[in-house]
Structures are given as C-alpha cells and as structure tokens.
C-alpha cells in the first residue's frame, strides 16, 4: 500500500512540475523575457562603454524624440523634450564645467518589460578641482532598443553648486 502511496505521489509532483515547467516557457512569457533582458543588456553595455571612457551615451541610448525628467526641486529639475535638447540644456552645461567627466560605477540595473531602472554612482572633477560626486536612479521606457522617456532621481544639490560655483567656459 505504502509504494503504492508512494508512486502515486511520485506521478502527481511529476506532473506539477511538467506543467510548471510548460506554463513558464510558454512564448509570450519567453518573448517578454527576451524583451526584457535586450533592454536590460542595452542600458548596462551603455553604462560599461561610459565608464570605459565612452563618451556618446546620450547618443546611444536615448531616442531622438526622448522626454527625460529630473525629478526634485533644485533649479535644474524639470523636463526636456527631445534628445538634442536635453543634451544642450542640461548635459553640456554641466559637462563643460568639469576638468574631468563624470563617470559612472553601476551598483544594479533592474529590468521589467521594457522598463529599465539604473541605479549607479557618478563621480568627476569640476574645473576648480573640487570633486563631483552623486548617486543617481534613472527609470527608463524603453522602445525599439533606446529609451524614449527617462525619469532621473539624484541630489540636485552638488550638481547645481557646480552649475553655480563654475562659470560656463563661454563667459
């Protein structure tokens, strides 16, 4: 009786397995895993190129009609329509104010259907030789393999004390 209980209850895990293992690979789960991982793998070869001393990231990653967001209350927060814009309002502004570029350290990259969030630390030197240091999260949508709306978290603090501290190199 007992091997009897026992292989009935072989045969019954047996078959919650098989039809586990079926419903989990089944393709739109291995589609929107696909999805997924193509995102997640686009931002962190990104941010390894950036790191490694890439300096088209922007470029890369963003679309050319992309909406990014700083999130906060400082005078930079606010958003920027379009890749181009966003590059010459707030990226170039910052940039020319330090002697060496911001570069990032990854700490994790998340990924769920096709958004991505960016967790990672940034640091550099402005041109009077103070050090530039900031913790960031952007939350990225993305779309054909570039993100078409970002939303970034960082203290807005140290990155507007360099907008202020520094004067912009045409002035």
């Not at 999260?137 to 520094?166: C, F, H, N, S």
């Amino acid at each position: 009786m007992a091997t009897m209980l026992n292989r009935a209850l072989a045969a019954c895990v047996y078959a919650v397995i098989v039809t586990a293992s079926t419903l989990t690979t089944a393709a739109p789960c291995g589609q929107a895993n696909s999805v997924q991982d193509d995102n997640k793998r686009i931002v962190t070869d990104a941010f390894d190129r950036w790191a490694a001393g890439g300096t088209s990231f922007f470029n890369d990653l963003l679309h050319d009609d992309a909406v990014w967001r700083i999130k906060g209350s400082g005078s930079s927060a606010g958003e920027f329509r379009g890749r181009d814009v966003f590059v010459d309002r707030a990226v170039r502004p910052f940039a020319s104010r330090l002697s060496t570029p911001v570069r990032p350290t990854s700490v994790r990259i998340f990924a769920d259907g096709d958004h991505v969030i960016a967790h990672w630390e940034g640091s550099g030197v402005a041109r009077d030789g103070k050090p530039y240091a900031n913790s960031y999260a952007w939350i990225m949508r993305m779309q054909d393999g570039k993100a078409a709306e970002v939303t970034a978290y960082l203290d807005l603090a140290p990155y507007d004390d360099v907008l202020r501290r520094i004067p912009s190199p045409a002035q």
